[in-house]
């Protein structure tokens, strides 16, 4: 079935440096490639998306890449701030019902 | 901003109970989800909702569980002789389309303890 594997499962970094959180997916069909930031006990927030049909996508000091032959795709912030720390988690979305297939996430830690 | 409301935030039952999650999606959305999260995991897909039925499930959503949209507003879960291992943070979400697919909108959350 869907299948999206996420790495690494946890990543420390200084404040300051940049983060790099990378994804693959199964389904070739897949078309759309949100990333979510999840603290502690709320709701995943959409922080960036990218589309099938773009290869790049930035916002700020988050950027997304999108390799559709290798099937991978990856979250890149720059510039990390203590307040980055969080579980980040990649998705892959395929078909017609909007369906989300998550990665088992990243806890980011930014050390000040 | 419009957002998507879940209750209750905690609920804490008896295995073998049955429990009813209540979420009111944005208002002009028309696609609804639930997922959940058990504790330290992934969030998991359970079921999607389009003009009043199940568009796809996932092998979680066994007859067990049940969706329905009782009146205009609400979306709701039916988990029925809940288990120990249904334990987790249920998460409801909308849509505003799917063919070219949109932001999900996540609420809150439900959190069940089975006890």
């Known amino acids: 079935g869907e299948n999206v594997e996420q790495h690494p499962s946890t990543l420390s970094v200084q404040e300051g440096d940049s983060a790099v959180i990378k994804c693959t997916y199964s389904?070739?069909?897949?078309?759309?490639f949100p990333w979510y930031k999840q603290e502690l006990g709320k709701r995943p927030q959409l922080i960036i998306d990218?589309?099938?049909?773009?290869g790049e996508k930035k916002d700020q000091r988050i950027a997304v890449t999108l390799n559709k032959t290798a099937k991978h795709f990856s979250l890149h912030i720059t510039e990390t701030q203590p307040e980055d720390s969080a579980v980040y988690f990649c998705?892959?979305?395929?078909?017609?019902?909007?369906?989300?297939?998550f990665g088992q996430g990243t806890t980011l830690q930014v050390k000040p | 901003e419009p957002e998507v409301t879940q209750t209750p935030s905690h609920q804490v039952t008896q295995m073998g109970q049955e429990v009813i999650l209540r979420c009111v999606p944005i208002?002009?959305?028309?696609?609804f989800y639930w997922y959940r999260q058990i504790l330290g995991q992934k969030v998991e897909f359970l079921v999607s909702?389009?003009?009043?039925?199940?568009?796809?499930k996932s092998e979680i959503f066994d007859d067990q569980f049940s969706v329905e949209r009782p009146d205009g507003s609400n979306f709701t879960l039916k988990i029925r002789s809940t288990k120990l291992e249904d334990s987790a943070m249920y998460f409801c979400?909308?849509?505003?389309?799917?063919?070219?697919?949109?932001?999900?909108?996540f609420g809150e959350g439900s959190r069940l303890t089975v006890l």
């Open positions: 979400a909308s849509s505003e389309l799917t063919w070219d697919v949109g932001e999900l909108f």
């Open positions: 208002s002009n959305h028309l696609y």
């Open positions: 909702f389009y003009n009043n039925e199940i568009s796809e």
């Open positions: 389904d070739s069909a897949s078309n759309y």
């Open positions: 998705a892959a979305s395929s078909g017609n019902t909007g369906k989300l297939i």
């Open positions: 990218i589309r099938s049909n773009v």
